[in-house]
């Protein structure tokens, strides 16, 4: 497989990783950004090459692509629990205003709602994982 270069802003150091992955410096455990620079062409530069390159990646950003996928799994998370919260305040409402019966099918069925919710979101982190790799 084609090893790529990630920089680390943190340490100023360059390490090689397979394309498209997130990278952490082994040194300072933050994420590594990747260049785009093949790990031979990396190494058939000259030095001074090398830090004319490593100014370059100064400027690049970090792939956002593993907050973006914590952020739709957060959402739909908080989406689920809020859904089962909702649902709870609703099923007592009913228990006390009507009957105990339909309070419980109404939990029930909020609540399986909610289990619904969060793990469509833990599919699509799933996903979002693989198509990392
Ligand atoms: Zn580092």
């Given at each position: 497989?084609?090893?790529?270069?990630?920089?680390?802003?943190?340490?100023?150091?360059?390490?090689?990783?397979?394309?498209?992955?997130?990278?952490?410096?082994?040194?300072?455990?933050?994420?590594?950004?990747?260049?785009?620079?093949?790990?031979?062409?990396?190494?058939?530069?000259?030095?001074?090459?090398?830090?004319?390159?490593?100014?370059?990646?100064?400027?690049?950003?970090?792939?956002?692509?593993?907050?973006?996928?914590?952020?739709?799994?957060?959402?739909?998370?908080?989406?689920?629990?809020?859904?089962?919260?909702?649902?709870?305040?609703?099923?007592?409402?009913?228990?006390?205003?009507?009957?105990?019966?339909?309070?419980f099918v109404w939990f029930i069925?909020?609540?399986?709602?909610?289990?619904?919710?969060?793990?469509?979101?833990?599919?699509?982190?799933?996903?979002?994982?693989?198509?990392?790799?």
């Amino acid at each position: 497989m084609d090893k790529y270069i990630y920089y680390c802003k943190n340490c100023d150091s360059v390490y090689s990783g397979a394309k498209d992955t997130i990278q952490k410096c082994p040194e300072c455990k933050v994420i590594i950004v990747p260049t785009m620079v093949e790990l031979e062409e990396w190494r058939s530069k000259t030095p001074e090459e090398k830090e004319e390159l490593k100014e370059h990646f100064k400027t690049l950003s970090v792939s956002n692509s593993s907050e973006h996928r914590n952020k739709i799994g957060n959402i739909l998370n908080a989406i689920g629990y809020i859904d089962a919260t909702l649902c709870l305040i609703s099923a007592l409402i009913i228990a006390i205003e009507t009957n105990i019966v339909f309070a419980f099918v109404w939990f029930i069925c909020g609540v399986l709602g909610a289990i619904f919710i969060i793990a469509f979101g833990e599919v699509i982190n799933l996903l979002q994982d693989i198509k990392n790799k």
